[in-house]
């Protein structure tokens, strides 16, 4: 009971009618003054899903106001990037079904469409803008699971060697952060070994630390064309989404295995987990807003169900939950909710 006493004498400074909180709250600009968070461009990564062809711009039922483009309609979405001054962009391919196969071979072409954007962006914006890929077999197999299948489970070991060659083709073709997302033990290190050994040691990685199995990713796994393919769930390798000192364990780990930065995913739902990072580690820690959650808030907006400023609050609450920055699929349209 002291101690409750305590800590209201270190918060409360007074006593009503001397003190009132309102105050500070009467008008807007002294709101902006006493606001303890606050979202620039700098806080954004934008995600990007490649189709191949030539000239397709595709609107992706799920998600209104997200598309797939095709290599050559990139700079659309590239130049607002770069005129927004968003930092990074992440790009996710959406490949053709008759490329996939058991092992996500398309993986390793260096010919495939992420392969493919990378140059192309490298070539016209060289470093004025960062390139962030996924490190995962998903996209690419016929089963829609991030890694290779031994007897009925996806095989660790296995895949983290199909893993360390598409980090390294990816840094190849000129990617700067290398994202896994594959939640595989061990793939950091490995990853980062690989990387040196080639020359790659100023690549960066992104490590989805924390990435647990949720039902939030079906609009993104629409967009990436893995969704029908899909089976099952990815529970034995993504995490269980009642804890949260395994989150802990795996940021350690991949802290210790060499990741520059790590991610949590979702965010909205997993916002104590964003704080609880932030509190026990001192390495840059991002969040994604991911596809169910837009999804969600953007047809709700679009049905005239919330009001589009909403947009503002929820993304803020990652702020204020500690993250360093946010990946959004919201990330190209910030004119619309903050200030410039
Ligand atoms: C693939 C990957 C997923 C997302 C990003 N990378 C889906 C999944 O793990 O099934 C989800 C992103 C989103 O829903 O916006 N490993």
């Known amino acids: 009971m002291s101690h409750i006493k305590n800590l209201l004498r270190m918060i409360i400074t007074g006593k ?7 105050r500070n709250r009467k008008f807007d600009w002294t709101r902006r003054l006493i606001e303890e968070s606050s979202l620039s461009s700098n806080d954004f990564i934008l995600p990007i899903f490649l189709i191949d062809g030539k000239n397709k711009i595709q609107t ?5 106001g997200v598309y797939r483009y095709s290599i050559n309609k990139l700079n659309r979405i590239i130049d607002k990037a770069i005129s927004l001054k968003i930092p990074m962009v992440a790009l996710f391919p959406y490949t053709n079904s008759k490329l ?44 829609g699971h991030d890694g290779i299948i031994k007897s009925g489970y996806v095989d660790n070991d296995g895949t983290n060697e199909i893993l360390i060659k598409q980090a390294l083709l990816q ?25 040196d050994k080639n020359g790659h040691e100023l690549i960066q990685i992104l490590s989805y630390a924390v ?10 796994r629409n967009a990436v064309g893995s969704n029908n393919l899909l089976k099952s769930d990815k529970k034995n390798y993504q995490m269980d989404f009642r804890n949260n000192n395994e989150a802990l364990r795996e940021v350690a780990l991949d802290i210790k295995e060499g990741a520059d930065i ?44 919330i009001n589009k400023n909403a947009v503002l609050e929820n993304l803020i609450s990652f702020k204020r939950a500690g993250a360093t920055a946010i990946v959004s699929y919201y990330a190209d349209r910030i004119k619309d909710f903050l200030n410039y």
């Open 100 to 143: 996939k196969d058991k092992f996500g071979s398309e993986a390793l072409n260096e010919n495939n469409l992420v392969c493919k954007a990378i140059r192309y962006i490298k070539k016209k914006y060289k470093n004025e803008i960062g390139i962030m890929c996924d490190v995962a077999l998903d996209p690419y197999t016929s089963h």
């Open 262 to 305: 790590v991610m949590v995913k979702p965010g909205l739902p997993y916002l104590d987990i964003i704080r609880s990072v932030r509190n026990n580690f001192k390495i840059p820690v991002f969040a994604y807003q991911v596809s169910g959650e837009y999804s969600l808030m953007e047809n709700a907006i679009k049905k005239k169900i």
């Open 171 to 195: 840094a190849q073709m000129g990617c700067d952060v290398i994202a896994p997302s594959d939640m595989m033990d061990g793939r950091i290190g490995k990853i980062r070994k690989v990387l």
């Open 16 to 22: 009503y009618p001397n003190l009132r909180l309102r």
């Open 211 to 220: 990435k647990y199995a949720s039902n939030f990713y079906s609009p993104f």
């Open 60 to 64: 992706i039922k799920a998600m209104p």
